[in-house]
Nanobody, 129 residues
Framework: QLHLVESGGGTVQPGGSLRLSCVAS????????LGWYRQAPGKEREGIAC????????VYGDSVKDRFTISRDNAKKTVYLQMNDLKPEDTAIYYC??????????????????????WGEGTLVTVSS
């Protein structure tokens, strides 16, 4: 059975940093495009960072560009999201997701990750002073 488990969430002050991790089990991560998504209370889920199977291509949402970095370690079956200069508006539940489909990183991040096949349960990030 395929599982994704996120970790690393928590409460941080504005301007602080967090690194989220998402570990896969039950499948070989090499064959999957991966993404990070978030959903804040009362808002739709948005794609914030997506990375190709090889790791060579990545795309970011406008709201996190230049602050967040997505990376992957296929040997460890893990995808990371390094979040710097966090702002109160970054407060949300963060999810990782995977797709085995032949697609682009742009498509993976569109429409809140509608094309993604597998999802984790999420980890809460709260940015507050």
């Amino acid at each position: 059975q395929l599982h994704l488990v996120e970790s690393g969430g928590g409460t941080v002050q504005p301007g602080g940093s967090l690194r989220l991790s998402c570990v896969a089990s039950g499948f070989d991560l090499d064959y999957y495009g991966l993404g990070w998504y978030r959903q804040a209370p009362g808002k739709e889920r948005e794609g914030i960072a997506c990375i190709s199977k090889s790791g060579r291509d990545a795309v970011y949402g406008d709201s996190v560009k230049d602050r967040f970095t997505i990376s992957r370690d296929n040997a460890k079956k893990t995808v990371y999201l390094q979040m710097n200069d966090l702002k109160p508006e970054d407060t949300a539940i963060y999810y990782c997701a995977a797709t085995s489909g032949l697609t682009t990183v742009q498509n993976m991040c569109r429409r809140g990750g509608a094309i993604m096949n597998y999802w984790g349960e999420g980890t809460l990030v709260t940015v507050s002073s």
